[in-house]
């Protein structure tokens, strides 16, 4: 367990450590219909050219 928990902190040290942090993007959309409520959320990463996302 404390060699995963070493790891984490190092990754996390890690983050922005040959430059500045990246900041993420973040939106939601709430859709009302018919058939009741709807939610959707969306994080990205952009760097450059390169765009990294997850949508739930």
Known sequence: MRPLLILALLALAAC???GEPIRPEASST????NKGVGMSTAVRVRQGPFTLGVAL
Do not use: R, W
Request: proline share 0%.
């Open 16 to 18: 922005g450590a040959d």
């Open 30 to 33: 709430v859709t009302l219909s």
